[in-house]
């Protein structure tokens, strides 16, 4: 399982995954210098671009790109298990940062961020 976010459609999302994928897998054929990688290049690899699908988890109704990410962040953690991500979207200080300043509008970001500075 690959966790991420996006504003596009969920087909707009997986094609930029796999446009990526094959982007990856032609620098390292290559021997070149390999500019982007990202997880789920790993499921892909293991499975094959073809027999991956990308499922909705959430829908959102976020203000901002961050706290978009807040949304995604709690959903890697909750799967941390089954998950091949590896890192967290925004940092703990931008995210206590984002808390403290009063500008979220969403409540379910709001009440999950409550859980975990209060």
């Known amino acids: 399982m690959y966790i991420g976010s996006t504003t596009n459609h969920l087909c707009e999302r997986m094609s930029a995954h796999i446009q990526a994928y094959k982007k990856y897998v032609r620098q390292c054929n290559n021997g070149e210098k390999v ?3 990202c997880t789920c290049f790993k499921l892909f690899d293991k499975y094959g671009k073809d027999n991956l699908e990308i499922v909705l988890l959430a829908n959102v109704n976020a203000e901002s790109r961050e706290e978009l ?11 941390i298990k089954r998950s091949v991500n590896r890192h967290l979207p925004i940092n703990d ?15 379910d970001t709001i009440n999950y961020m409550r859980e975990y500075f209060i």
């Open 35 to 37: 500019t982007h990688s």
């Open 93 to 107: 200080k931008r995210l206590q940062n984002l808390f403290w300043s009063g500008n979220l509008k969403d409540p």
């Open 69 to 79: 990410q807040v949304h995604e962040r709690k959903h890697i953690i909750k799967n």
